[in-house]
Structure formats: structure tokens, C-alpha cells
């Protein structure tokens, strides 16, 4: 897994390695390169794309760079960039999956005020060059996790409109048939 931490003095948690160390280990620092490559895209070594086993190459690349791309700091640039992406593909009207809770920075997790201040940043930087380009959110909700995890999601949703009018809706994700079905959260 990744520790993502600017400050010059940080001191990584027992069990991290800094990737430049790690990479240090390697024979081949090109080798080590690929390896990391490959663990983290889906690429062309997945054997299936039937969408239950497809899960099995899916899911570990989210445990793997979730510290990296919920970082505070990166989440901001890769939402920029891939909005960006997205005006050069004539989209401009976005509806981004978002689970609240999980961005951070050196501090902690970021409130659902600075979360969403994120999004509106980005937003008004990508309509300075595209004024046409919108921007909602989705709030989701991991069913794998379970229904307290649910429940913060949907509180998120009530508490969203205090700060803005961007969350649109929710949707509870994960592969269909391998976790509980809808109205196991029901109550």
C-alpha cells in the first residue's frame, strides 16, 4: 500500500516503506517500475471479462491505491485533470461516484465541507476555461462495508446542502452478487 505524506519531516507508520526505498530492493529499478505498473492498472493480463470474475483484478487495486488517490492534495489534481480529460471528449456535464469520509490530508479526514469545497474548486477552475462545464456528485455507499457505512453516506446526503448543491443522488456499489442485496439495508 501507499502512505502519501508531503512534509519533509514525516516519519511513515510501522509496516510502510517509502517507494524509493523499496525500490532500492529491486535488481532492476525497470522491473520494479513494471511490477508497480501492473499491480496497480488492470491491463492486459486479466484472463476474463465476465463481470463476476473480473472483480477478482478489480477490487485489490482499489486497497492498494486508496491512500494514494484520496490524499487531499492528489484527489484535487486528478479530478482536475481527469475533467480536463473529459472537455477534450466534448463531455461537459459530470456525474462523479463520490464516498465521503475517505479523503485526507496530514490532519485526518477532510470534513464534508472541504470535500466538497474540492469539488467546487475544481468546478470553477475547468468553467474559467469552459464555462458550459458542470459538475454533480453521486454519493455511494460500499454495501461490502455495511450498513453504518450506508448510513454515513446518506447522512452525508442530508448534510450536503448546507455547503452546496452538488450531490444529485446515491448509489450503493459493489459486485452485485457477492454482497448483501438492497433491502438488507432497508431499515
Known amino acids: 500500500m501507499f ?3 508531503n512534509s519533509p519531516d514525516f516519519k511513515p ?22 511490477y508497480l ?5 488492470l491491463g492486459e493480463g486479466v484472463s476474463t471479462q465476465e463481470h463476476h470474475e473480473i472483480w477478482k483484478f478489480f477490487q ?12 487531499a492534495q492528489f484527489f484535487e489534481m486528478i479530478m482536475y485533470r481527469v475533467c480536463k480529460n473529459l472537455i477534450k471528449q466534448c463531455v461537459t456535464v459530470v456525474e462523479f461516484k463520490h464516498i465521503f469520509g475517505m479523503v485526507f ?3 485526518g479526514i477532510l ?10 474548486k475544481v468546478q470553477k477552475l475547468i ?9 454533480k456528485i453521486i454519493a455511494s455507499g460500499l454495501k461490502i462495508v455495511g450498513k453504518d457505512h450506508i448510513q454515513t453516506q ?21 459486485e452485485e452478487d457477492f454482497t448483501p442485496d438492497i433491502d438488507h439495508f432497508l431499515p
Open 3 to 5: 502512505k502519501v505524506n
Open 13 to 34: 507508520a510501522p509496516g510502510y516503506i517509502k517507494v524509493n526505498t523499496l525500490r532500492q530492493y529491486w535488481e532492476n529499478s525497470t522491473d520494479f517500475d513494471t
Open 37 to 41: 505498473h501492473d499491480s496497480i492498472l
Open 60 to 71: 485489490p487495486k482499489f486497497m492498494m491505491t486508496y491512500e494514494l488517490y484520496n490524499y
Open 105 to 107: 490530508d496530514d490532519d
Open 111 to 120: 470534513s464534508l465541507e472541504r470535500e466538497r469545497a474540492i469539488f467546487e
Open 127 to 135: 468553467q474559467h476555461l469552459f464555462p458550459l462545464f458542470k459538475m
Open 154 to 174: 446518506i447522512d452525508a446526503i442530508f448534510e450536503a446542502p448546507k455547503y452546496s448543491n452538488l450531490v444529485v443522488g446515491f448509489d450503493m456499489v459493489n
